[in-house]
């Protein structure tokens, strides 16, 4: 089950230095680049078993939250607005947002707000707090809580489409896989390179520095509470093999082909971006990781809805001026092989271009963590090839909808 938050901070215009005017016309333009600064993630661990079952969602938001800032060492009162998006956490997550803020050390004065976009709230948050330009501080999580839509009209039974949007989320994956004709095997084939590739990044040390050490408290079998300071991530299965999944039951319908070892994880994790206009950012002295050149979010058939990011990449791309030839990694969000599969054909991209360090089926899927948790693997990852690059987020959401967004790394 899970609850799901993002947040964002940005300083207020007061905040922020004056910006100088002597800029030509493109070194204006360049001013006002939406710049990434850095970003962090905790660990991601199993839901209700894993190593945050007894961890707090307000302690992992504090976590990644502190340390972003420490890490570039900025004041938080340096920042604005925090955006929080919020999936399935009661009462919009606002107040566990605020308590995390407060953990946190972050100054009273600094308000909160919640966007919930299902399983883009983490881009969304990040998307929102992009257009005001000011210094921004994104954060993204998941909690555990029950899925409950609540009150809908009874008016929904005489829409197909307002039907669809209610079908669970195991059953659009086999949609998927009977009308554009996905094979168990490439779903299995796709999951097993998931879970080697995340394996291979593991043993290399490649998320060390993109992972936030959470000190927490763990409860064992006995009740015994112990002191635990979490660095890998729990859902990796590095013995993976393709004829252990090819026996696994069907999880969703009966004759199906969608399991638990090509879906992804349920999970909780935190992660947090610190972006801002690259004016304010230079002023600051603080250093840039990326550029935001482009994002989009489209709608798709409800009951299909994994087919989105085959239609927001495009969107995303042609807004950047870019196509898929240009793109260097792209991190697209693995709720299921079967739509992460249909999307890469159908986008015809290389296959050694897609998460090379695996993905949400090896790594594990916070809902309200995953944008957030891909900008950071992403830039990360184009910052160890060391030379200048493009790079693509993209995820499905619930309900029909697909977002992206196109990220370059300037080079070393």
Do not use: W
């Amino acid at each position: 089950m899970h609850r799901v938050q993002a947040v964002f901070r940005h300083i207020s215009p007061e905040k922020a230095p004056a910006v100088r005017k002597e800029y030509g016309a493109s070194a204006a333009v360049a001013q006002n680049d939406i710049v990434v600064v850095h970003g962090l993630r905790t660990a991601i661990g199993k839901a209700k078993r894993g190593s945050f079952k007894d961890t707090t969602p307000d302690e992992l938001l504090s976590a990644v939250m502190t340390a972003v800032l420490q890490d570039v060492g900025l004041p938080p009162d340096r920042l604005g607005d925090i955006c929080v998006g919020n999936v399935l956490q009661p009462g919009a997550g606002a107040v566990m947002a605020r308590v995390a803020h407060f953990l946190s050390g972050f100054p009273e004065s600094i308000p909160v707000y919640t966007v919930n976009r299902m399983c883009s709230s983490g881009l969304q948050a990040l998307f929102n707090i992009a257009g005001k330009g000011y210094i921004t501080f994104l954060e993204s999580m998941t909690f555990r809580s029950a899925g409950n839509p609540g009150d809908i009209s009874s008016k929904l039974m005489d829409n197909v489409k307002a039907q669809d949007c209610l079908i669970p989320m195991g059953i659009t994956s086999e949609n998927v896989v009977e009308r554009y004709g996905i094979s168990r095997e490439k779903q299995d084939v796709f999951a097993v390179s998931s879970q080697q590739k995340a394996a291979r990044a593991q043993q290399r040390g490649v998320f060390d520095q993109e992972i936030t050490p959470v000190t927490t408290k763990f409860f064992d079998a006995d009740g015994t509470e112990h002191a635990v300071t979490i660095t890998n991530d729990d859902g990796i299965r590095p013995d993976t093999k393709l004829e252990v999944l090819a026996k696994l039951q069907p999880a969703f319908k009966q004759n199906g082909s969608t399991t638990a070892g090509n879906s992804s994880q349920v999970s909780d994790g935190a992660a947090a971006v610190l972006v801002g206009r690259r004016a304010t950012v230079e002023l600051l002295k603080l250093p840039v990781l990326g550029i935001l050149r482009a994002s989009a979010v489209v709608g798709v058939p409800p009951d299909v809805m994994g087919i989105g990011p085959a239609y927001a990449i495009p969107a995303a791309l042609q807004s950047a001026g870019l196509s898929v030839a240009d793109i260097d990694v792209f991190e697209i969000n693995e709720a299921f092989a079967s739509q992460a599969v249909y999307c890469v054909e159908k986008l015809s991209i290389p296959p050694e271009k897609v998460n090379p360090n695996g993905g949400a089926i090896a790594l594990g899927h916070p809902l309200g963590c995953t944008g957030a948790r891909q900008v950071v693997t992403l830039l990360n990852e184009l910052k160890r090839r060391g030379r200048q690059a493009y790079g693509v987020v993209s995820m499905c959401i619930g309900t029909g909808m697909g977002a992206a967004a196109v990220f370059e790394y300037l080079g070393n």
